[in-house]
């Protein structure tokens, strides 16, 4: 399985491909992974989510980490498990389904909105924690207060209204990834329209990263 801290640390972004089906899901995936990204997650709120993330697995399972957004309960981790895939994400912080996934050698990427929610998160041994919905954040300035006790160990990633405009923001205060839903893939776009989008993004972080130096 495919580390998820040496990915984030190559590229710290996760593709959200909600709401694609199956018969589509390897075009878009090849799209995004020319593109630079490594690691992606269908929502379960997608067509036939499943048979979607077996068939990313299966093909791109030794180039990516593949798995699963908006887990809700634990027989889902265990479906997960039984198709290979590697990483569990939740839009919510539910210390039970993390400890499960954990149990299972899944990666953990719960939601979180505030400091309560995430400590228990991280307690829960999340590996990374995402700030959603973070466009309802009035500042990224709030990050910055997370990072002033979230341990520097643990990435803050926003996810919900980040684009390739606003990155920048977002990293200045303290974020060390994100989540890229809307903005990257939105059901029905086509194959075109999602490398076009991929390689913003991809574009976007270069370019921040080269400011750092």
Not at 10 to 22: D, N, S
Not at 80 to 87: Q, R, S, T
Not at 147 to 161: D, Q, T
Request: glycine letters at 8%; charged letters at 20%.
């Amino acid at each position: 399985m495919k580390d998820f801290s040496t990915l984030m640390a190559q590229l710290p972004m996760v593709a959200i491909l909600r709401g694609i089906k199956p018969e589509e899901v390897l075009d878009h995936a090849e799209a995004l992974i020319d593109a630079g990204f490594s690691i992606l997650e269908v929502p379960l709120n997608s067509p036939e989510p499943f048979k979607s993330i077996e068939m990313l697995q299966q093909k791109y399972g030794d180039k990516a980490l593949i798995g699963a957004g908006t887990v809700m309960r634990k027989d889902q981790v265990e479906q997960l498990v039984e198709i290979g895939a590697g990483l569990m994400v939740c839009p919510h912080t539910d210390v039970e389904l993390i400890r499960a996934a954990k149990a299972a050698g899944l990666y953990a990427f719960p939601g979180f909105f505030t400091a309560s929610e995430a400590f228990a998160a991280m307690d829960a041994g999340a590996d990374a924690i995402k700030l959603f919905p973070a466009e309802a954040m009035t500042s990224p300035k709030v990050i910055s207060a997370l990072c002033a006790v979230v341990p520097r160990s643990v990435r803050i990633c926003p996810v919900g209204g980040v684009t390739p405009d606003n990155m920048s923001s977002y990293i200045d205060a303290g974020a060390q990834g994100f989540g890229l839903g809307s903005a990257l893939y939105k059901a029905g776009q086509s194959v075109e329209t999602t490398a076009k989008n991929a390689q913003a993004f991809v574009a976007g972080w270069k370019a921040i990263s080269e400011a750092a130096r």
